[in-house]
């Protein structure tokens, strides 16, 4: 079994930074592409940014210029560094981790998710 295990929620005024993190274990081969959801309260989960296996990112419009995506494939963790943020930044934030292989199985390929970070912005 994957697990994801998310860290670096909390509680910042606007304006402020967080540095969320993700690390996948379970005797992992490989990892496809790597992800950052958030879902706010009464809204759907809505993709923040991905990145590739070598590096390509994406972001939401509401976020680019402010938040950086990031991920370390020798430790199998995805980084969202998170700037400027804003009381519209507050929500639950899910990492997702694309086409994982196991050691066990190479040609079973799976998608998994993170727990979720509360990350509240004060205005």
């Known amino acids: 079994q994957v697990h994801m295990v998310e860290s670096g929620g909390g509680l910042v005024q606007a304006g402020g930074s967080l540095r969320l993190s993700c690390a996948a274990s379970?005797?992992?081969?490989?990892?496809?592409?790597m992800g950052w959801y958030r879902q706010a309260p009464g809204k759907e989960r809505e993709l923040v940014a991905t990145?590739?296996?070598?590096?390509?990112?994406t972001y939401a419009d509401s976020v680019k210029g402010r938040f950086t995506i990031s991920r370390d494939n020798a430790k199998n963790t995805v980084y969202l560094q998170m700037d400027s943020l804003k009381p519209a930044d507050t929500a639950v934030y899910y990492c997702?981790?694309?086409?994982?292989?196991?050691?066990?199985?190479?040609?079973?390929?799976?998608?998994?998710w993170g727990q979720g970070t509360q990350v509240t912005v004060s205005s």
């Open positions: 379970g005797n992992i081969f490989s990892i496809g592409a």
């Open positions: 997702k981790a694309y086409n994982v292989r196991q050691m066990t199985n190479l040609h079973d390929y799976r998608d998994y």
């Open positions: 990145i590739s296996t070598v590096g390509t990112t």
